[in-house]
Nanobody
Framework: QVQLVESGGGLVQPGGSLRLSCAAS????????MGWYRQAPGKERELVAI???????NSADSVKGRFTISRDNAKNTLYLQMNSLKPEDTAVYYC??????????WGQGTQVTVSS
């Protein structure tokens, strides 16, 4: 099992930047994959970016070139650097960890609001 705690959300103007952090309660070195998802009001939760234990990363087309996912195994922390933010990026952002075996684990979410 693992507990995940997100931080770093907030209100930012369009074109601004934020860095989200996800602190894990245990070593993330062997966690198969970790990712960021988001859910906007009235919409389904969607994958934003994912990174494997080997460091391979992928992201949704809507954020490519603007968002970067990374993991610091020494700090047991997952990050999402978000640049050139747009109003349509407004959502609750969730951290996810996939344990094999064990399944999916989620954080409580952090609100990101992009507005002038």
């Amino acid at each position: 099992q693992v507990q995940l705690v997100e931080s770093g959300g907030g209100l930012v103007q369009p074109g601004g930047s934020l860095r989200l952090s996800c602190a894990a309660s245990r070593s993330i070195f062997s966690i198969a994959a970790m990712g960021w998802y988001r859910q906007a009001p009235g919409k389904e939760r969607e994958l934003v970016a994912i990174i494997t234990s080997g460091g391979s990363a992928n992201s949704a087309d809507s954020v490519k070139g603007r968002f970067t996912i990374s993991r610091d195994n020494a700090k047991n922390t997952l990050y999402l650097q978000m640049n050139s933010l747009k109003p349509e990026d407004t959502a609750v952002y969730y951290c996810n960890a996939v344990l094999i075996p064990g399944g999916h684990y989620w954080g409580q979410g952090t609100q990101v609001t992009v507005s002038s």
